[in-house]
């Protein structure tokens, strides 16, 4: 499934939005040092005079005039760093600004054979723009770890939340190196989608691709690309995302109509992510011994085996809000 003209366009000028904001930031911020600080830029000024010289000396036959500049330049940034850090500010305070470091927010990186290829921040936008992901991008910016809260939980509940927020953060710190997948199930409205979230918005920061599907939105996807033959072309590209993004949340498994064709290519998509060691996150308000019921044995066992099973149950968090809206958060996971 590929980006339109007008798509990819879009990502480009809001790649140069970035890139102009944060140009206009570091100037901002280096007036502020010349203001704040005169020695500093009596320092820039002498990096031209000093540039200069060694020039002037290279031109004359003086073979050791560039490691001098070298080394006093080395110096120079050396004595603007202390200055920066006595004043008060950090001592990169005027070092260029990105969103993406990796690709300095142009979008493309070179790989090993120094070939240009999307970045994994543009992947991500890709995403965001080929799959309808604006509701997860909205969802994480108000549901993430620093807005997660025990204040709802008791007894065997909270332990059960407290190991559930365990799992999750272990599972962000060893994505990279570890394959795993986690089946958050138990009752309506205790966090499990929540939690997706919180790992969603950690990985995406860390430059990983994650698509997130609602169950019922993922098998219309899938059926609507099936069954559309002028669109046979799209679908390799579809496929090749869902089966390859770094993360696919598939949230609230259990409320799309269930028949043969969504039990087949649910164990098809579980099936080839696993083969291509690529994490899953389902989160489903079915018990297992419903999921058991309500799929074929072999996606049961595929899940039971190969995910970890991360049971949720207390209150309907959502229910509980709209009853009491001023309730204060007691603990935070930081």
Known sequence: MALTNSQYESIIR?????????RYLTESRREQIYQTIPEYWDLEES???LSVSAAKSVLEGDDTAQARLH???????????????????????????????QCRDTGYILDSDNRKQKCACFRQREISLLYSQSHIQDMIQKENFSTLSSAYYQGEDLQRFEAAVKLSKEFIKNFKQDYHNI???????????????????????????????????LFEML??????????????????????????????????????????QLF???NERNLRKKSTIISTNLSLEELRDRYS???FSRITSSFDLCKLTGPDIRIYKKRFPNMRNNKQYE
């Open 297 to 299: 044995d072999r996606i």
């Open 223 to 264: 059926a609507r690309y099936s069954f559309d033959y002028r669109e046979k072309n799209v679908l390799q590209d579809f496929y090749q995302d869902i089966y390859g993004c770094d993360l696919l949340i598939v949230d609230d498994l259990g409320t799309e109509i269930t028949n043969s064709f969504v039990a087949s």
């Open 47 to 49: 990096v031209s005079s």
């Open 183 to 217: 089946l958050f199930y138990g009752t309506v409205g205790t966090g499990k989608s929540f939690l997706s979230g919180c790992i969603a918005k950690e990985l995406i920061d860390n430059g990983n691709s994650v698509i997130y599907f609602s169950a019922s939105g």
């Open 71 to 101: 080394d006093n330049l080395a110096e120079i940034k050396q004595r603007q760093k202390k200055l920066l850090v006595s004043a008060g500010f950090p001592s990169d305070y005027l070092e260029p600004i990105y969103n993406c470091p």
């Open 268 to 270: 098809s998509c579980l």
């Open 14 to 22: 809001e790649y140069e939005k970035i890139r102009d904001a944060n």
